[in-house]
């Protein structure tokens, strides 16, 4: 599926981030925005089911299969993937408003959907979050214990395998401390900021 970029990074600057599941995206992206409040989260769309205390709209946008087919004929997604056996989604239309009121985003999105979104958006900056050691992702994608037995194996195995992935990237970040791993990447958004100025 070739399309032409209708969105580049400047004026407001795209920032992706990945990791495996359980390497603690949210925590690090909590402590980034308590840093930097004008850094802006993209709400992606999704076919799974919510977590207790995810809020329609905050978390994610939760739609059902047959919402999220007809969004993605209707090409309204940047890019979308399927994630663990549910689909996810990045809305092009809110991205694109941010992007144009000048406001940099960052966008929490699997490895296949970064690769999607790598030749086909300029100055896009990539940065992918590590774990200390594949025992600590375990530990943690158990402590999270949002998931059964199966989905925890799917999630960990999967997990394991998005590890090489790192590679692809421009920065990565190892979350040995959340407030010393949001910092650092508030060092990568920062310089981006002086390479391209909004
Ligand atoms: P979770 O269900 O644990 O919130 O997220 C599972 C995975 O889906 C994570 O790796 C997360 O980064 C990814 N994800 C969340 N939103 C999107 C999206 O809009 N697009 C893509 N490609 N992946 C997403």
């Not at 329609?56 to 309204?76: C, K």
């Not at 809305?91 to 406001?103: C, F, H, P, Q």
């Amino acid at each position: 599926m070739a399309r032409t970029p209708r969105v580049t990074a400047p004026p407001g600057r795209l920032i992706v981030l990945s990791g495996p599941s359980g390497v603690g995206k949210d925590t690090v992206l909590h402590e980034l925005r308590r840093l930097d409040p004008s850094l802006r989260y993209s709400v992606s769309y999704t076919t799974r089911q919510p977590r207790p205390g995810e809020e329609d709209g905050v978390a994610y946008s939760f739609i059902d299969e047959a919402t999220f087919r007809a969004m993605a004929e209707r090409g309204e997604f940047l890019e979308w993937a399927d994630v663990h056996g549910h689909c996810y989604g990045t809305s092009e239309a809110r991205i694109k408003e941010a992007l144009d009121r000048g406001e940099d985003i960052v966008l929490k999105i699997d490895v296949q959907g970064a690769s999607w979104i790598r030749p086909r958006v300029a100055g896009a900056v990539f940065i992918f979050l590590l774990p200390p050691s594949e025992e600590e992702l375990r530990r943690r994608l158990v402590a999270r214990d949002t998931e059964d037995e199966a989905s925890l194996e799917l999630r960990f195995n999967n997990a394991v395998a998005e590890l090489a992935d790192g590679a692809a990237y421009d920065h990565r970040v190892v979350n040995d401390d959340v407030f010393r791993a949001a910092e650092e990447i508030l060092d990568i958004v920062r310089s981006r900021r002086a390479a391209i100025p909004g």
